[in-house]
């Protein structure tokens, strides 16, 4: 059973950055293909980026690109999710994922493990 444990949420003003961390217990990262999904209030949980196991792919939506960078760092089995020039419509939980597989990396049913997910506040 792996573990993701996520650090670095919090509030940040609109044009701000936040810079998440995840961690891995019970297994490695590198064994896995990674990725984040977000839910905001009242919204379907959704994907936001997501790499390969070797980190040489990395997928995103649409409306992060340009502003979320996806790295994995798997010798310290931590992935991470660098966000910049945050909006309002970011705020949500943000959770770390771990797939069964990259068919679709934008599908939930392909998430085998689950972050508990901080907290992220972009006021505007």
């Known amino acids: 059973q792996v573990q993701l444990v996520e650090s670095g949420g919090g509030l940040v003003q609109a044009g701000g950055s936040l810079r998440l961390s995840c961690a891995a217990s019970?297994?490695?990262?590198?064994?896995?293909?990674m990725g984040w999904f977000r839910q905001a209030p009242g919204k379907e949980r959704e994907f936001v980026a997501a790499?390969?196991?070797?980190?040489?792919?990395?997928f995103y939506a649409d409306f992060v690109k340009g502003r979320f960078n996806f790295s994995r760092d798997n010798a310290k089995n931590m992935v991470y999710l660098q966000m910049i020039s945050l909006k309002a419509e970011d705020t949500g939980v943000y959770y770390c994922?771990?797939?069964?597989?990259?068919?679709?990396?934008?599908?939930?049913?392909?998430?085998?493990?689950w972050g508990q997910g901080p907290q992220v506040t972009v006021s505007s």
């Open positions: 790499s390969r196991r070797s980190g040489c792919v990395t």
């Open positions: 019970g297994g490695t990262v590198s064994s896995y293909a």
């Open positions: 994922v771990a797939y069964v597989n990259m068919v679709d990396p934008s599908s939930l049913r392909n998430v085998r493990y």
